[in-house]
């Protein structure tokens, strides 16, 4: 089990996913905007599904919800990415707290703290190229594009931590 330790920045708490953060994660996986390059809104009948797997999989991975002052406001993962290897980070945030640098600093600190505290030589991210934001937040964090794949029916890039 990787742990989950509660993190806070000058305008954000980060601490491990509950049972009572449904409200949020609904709210994330049904927004249009949020899930534009994610395979678009969950459906209704789905949520459910999707929750309980989340649920089962922060119980071994680190899973934040992001607080501002006390709002939930984003969601932050690391997971085993598909490759098999490396640690596959993932973030989504509530559009109203888009472009304040809020994803910025929420990612730093769970990239910065995972490096140091984990014997891990990298971090990974993998985002559609269209998603021109997510590819801005990724070389804001100093990551770099190491590969491109087919996946999802999109052409997906795979970023990296610099060793
Ligand atoms: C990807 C995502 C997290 C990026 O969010 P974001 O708010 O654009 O990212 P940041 O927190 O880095 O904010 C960046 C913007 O805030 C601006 N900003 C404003 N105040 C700032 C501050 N104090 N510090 C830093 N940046 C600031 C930056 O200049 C930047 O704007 P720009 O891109 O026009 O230069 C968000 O679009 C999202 O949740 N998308 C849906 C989910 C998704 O696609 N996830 C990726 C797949 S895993």
Same mark, same amino acid.
């Given at each position: 089990m990787m742990p989950c330790?509660? #993190? =806070?920045?000058n305008r954000l708490t980060l601490r491990p996913l509950q049972q009572d953060d449904n409200a949020n994660l609904r709210?994330?996986?049904s927004d249009p905007n949020?899930?534009?390059?994610l395979g678009g809104p969950v459906?209704?009948?789905?949520?459910?599904?999707?929750?309980?797997?989340?649920?089962?999989?922060?119980?071994?991975y680190p899973y934040w919800t992001v607080l501002?002052?006390?709002n939930p406001i984003g969601l932050?993962? #690391? =997971?085993?990415?598909?490759?098999?290897?490396?640690?596959?980070l993932s973030y989504q945030f509530l559009p109203d707290f888009?472009?304040?640098?809020?994803?910025?600093?929420a990612t730093r600190a769970v990239v910065d703290d995972a490096l140091a505290r984990w014997t891990l030589s990298r971090i990974i991210a993998e985002t559609q190229i269209a998603n021109t934001t997510s590819l801005a937040?990724?070389?804001?964090?100093?990551?770099?594009?190491?590969?491109?794949?087919?996946?999802?029916?999109?052409m997906q890039a795979i970023y990296a931590t610099k060793a």
């Open positions: 330790p509660t #993190l =806070t920045t709210g994330l996986l949020v899930r534009r390059y459906p209704d009948d789905a949520i459910s599904v999707q929750l309980s797997n989340m649920h089962d999989d922060a119980l071994a501002d002052q006390t932050i993962s #690391l =997971t085993p990415h598909k490759d098999g290897t490396d640690i596959e888009w472009g304040r640098g809020l994803a910025y600093e937040l990724l070389t804001r964090l100093g990551m770099v594009e190491i590969n491109r794949v087919a996946r999802f029916g999109a």
